[in-house]
């Protein structure tokens, strides 16, 4: 039982837009989430994180908004530029109950020149 | 300049062999993880440790084993009884106990190859 989900395997936008990456939850345990950045061959890189306290989180370009009640959270990287084709890994924990987490199968995003 | 490291980058090995994946962080985590990634199945948790000398399944344990003798190590041993070995291998580590926000750090991967 897949308990989180990233449905849409790729996304393609154009440089200087908006994209937007969705990922969905299963478990109301969950009450913190995370978004991880890879290229191919190389390990995953932390993007950004945001907990069930909030429902918005700012960094940069990229902000992330949880919607708790729709056990929903979406990444926004606003404008989009070349160098954030990569896939895009959406994460989830638990505060203090063990250290694991739980990912999403991942979404390929290509942003267009 | 703190980090996970990971040995070799690319591993070669023969069908039936065991080979072991080298892990190692300076960051002076607690914790540390193994994950496998395969095309279009995301990162799937092999096992973790929370502590020296003591390890958990993860999703996938089935032909793999571990040791955590030391906190700066956690060795992954892929044995000849894992039936699909070829795969990118991740490592990596965070502080414990999780609290949130609290990211685990990946290091830069061995791409496994059983010929």
């Known amino acids: 039982d897949q308990q989180v989900k990233q449905n849409s395997p790729s996304l393609s936008v154009q440089e200087g837009r908006i994209s937007i990456l969705n990922c969905d939850y299963t478990?109301?345990?969950?009450?913190?989430f995370l978004w991880y950045k890879k290229y191919p061959a190389e390990g995953p890189t932390f993007l950004i994180s945001i907990s069930s306290i909030k429902d918005k989180n700012e960094d940069g370009r990229f902000t992330v908004f949880l919607n708790k009640s729709a056990k929903h959270l979406s990444l926004h990287i606003v404008p989009s530029q070349p160098g954030d084709s990569a896939v895009y890994f959406c994460a989830a924990g638990i505060t203090g109950a063990n250290s694991k987490l739980t990912f999403g199968k991942g979404i390929t995003l290509s942003v267009r020149p | 300049d703190g980090g996970i490291t990971q040995s070799p980058k690319y591993l070669f090995r023969k069908e039936g062999q065991n080979v072991t994946l080298s892990c190692e962080q300076n960051l002076n985590h607690d914790a540390m993880y193994w994950y496998r990634q395969d095309p279009g199945q995301g990162l799937r948790l092999i096992y973790y440790?929370?502590?020296?000398?003591?390890?958990q399944k993860g999703d996938i344990a089935e032909g793999y084993s571990v040791s955590r003798e030391k906190k700066e190590s956690f060795p992954l041993t892929v044995t000849s009884a894992q039936k699909n070995p070829t795969a990118f291998y991740l490592c990596?580590?965070?502080?414990?106990?999780?609290?949130?926000?609290?990211?685990?750090?990946f290091g830069p991967g061995t791409r496994l190859t059983v010929l």
């Open positions: 478990n109301s345990m969950f009450d913190y």
């Open positions: 990596a580590s965070s502080t414990f106990p999780t609290q949130t926000g609290n990211e685990q750090f």
């Open positions: 440790s929370q502590i020296v000398n003591d390890f």
